[in-house]
């Protein structure tokens, strides 16, 4: 198993300054999870040596931003979004990340108040399927990931996030189910897990209110035991979001600390869960 932290919860964008990674190797750390959501913006460079100076792994986490949309009914943004999503995978692959991850398939935040449509599950199957070639030509992974009801009304729970997988039908495109969410839209969320199957590709380790993994309710011997069931073996990474950079408490509705420190959520987090993986 891998154990991995996303940056978020210290950045919104690649600055390592910010980030303990001394302490992070010392609990145990394998690897960061960094936010890409403008490509061109990124030293890829800087990120392949800052993780080679550490002994770090790199994958990466996105979102669609503005103007984006895999299922919007304009063919147009459609097209414009597969290119953005392409110029996502090679800057990946230029970084050295060997994995995307994220809600690939909708706008985080787009609730048009209704339920979604069998055209807008036609478009992001052919979306994503529209990428195979170059993930494969990238040698990079991309993990879908599901969000609560709040977030988005395309794909929330385990079954669905299978279903559209499943008829994406790209070995290089899997699953990725964050205990957050999953704690809000699945009826048990170990269970979520083995719903997954064959197509669990990544998973966000996060406590029920964002915090510290292992300090809130959410059912983590059940989470474990379900992934070790699956033979799971890839990244178990903490994700979670800084309160006091506007934009990213804005956009995750966080309004309040969420521990002592940030460092506390990944470093603690990391040695809660290291113990009960070998608990397990």
């Given amino acids: 198993m891998k154990f991995g932290v996303n940056t978020l919860i210290w950045s919104g964008s690649f600055e390592p300054d910010k980030y303990p990674l001394d302490e992070l190797k010392e609990v145990g750390v394998d690897g960061i999870e960094i936010p890409v959501f403008v490509p061109s913006e990124l030293d890829t460079a800087a990120v392949r040596k800052t993780c080679s100076e550490h002994a770090l792994n790199v994958h990466f986490c996105s979102v669609n931003p503005e103007g984006m949309n895999p299922i919007s009914d304009d063919a147009t943004v459609r097209a414009k979004t597969v ?10 692959a230029e970084a050295g990340a060997d994995q995307i991850a994220g809600p690939t398939h909708s706008p985080v935040g787009y609730l048009p108040g209704r339920r979604r449509t069998e055209d807008e599950w036609k478009w992001g199957v052919e ?7 170059d993930l494969a030509d990238a040698n990079v992974m991309m993990a879908v990931e599901p969000l609560n009801r709040f977030e ?8 669905d996030a299978y279903r559209f997988v499943d008829e994406i039908n790209c070995e290089r495109i899997g699953i990725l189910l964050d205990t957050f969410h999953q704690n809000i839209e699945d009826k048990q969320v170990g269970d979520a897990y083995r719903t997954c199957g064959k197509h669990l590709m990544h998973v966000h380790t996060c406590e029920n209110d964002r915090g510290t993994p292992g300090s809130g309710h959410v059912d983590w011997p059940g989470v ?3 992934i070790k069931e699956l033979g799971y073996d890839r990244w178990l990474t903490i994700e979670s979001f800084n309160s006091h950079i506007p934009e990213l408490s804005a956009a995750t509705a966080i309004w309040r600390d969420l521990a002592a420190s940030m460092d506390d959520i990944a470093i603690d987090g990391t040695r809660f869960l290291r113990d009960l993986w070998g608990r397990t």
């Avoid at 290119?83 to 990946?92: L, Q």
């Avoid at 979306?127 to 070639?133: K, R, V």
């Avoid at 988005?152 to 079954?159: E, G, I, K, Q, W």
């Fill in 83 to 92: 290119e953005h999503w392409k110029d996502v995978i090679r800057t990946a």
């Fill in 224 to 226: 474990l035991q379900a």
């Fill in 127 to 133: 979306f994503h399927q529209a990428l195979a070639d």
């Fill in 152 to 159: 988005t009304y395309f794909l929330n729970t385990a079954a």
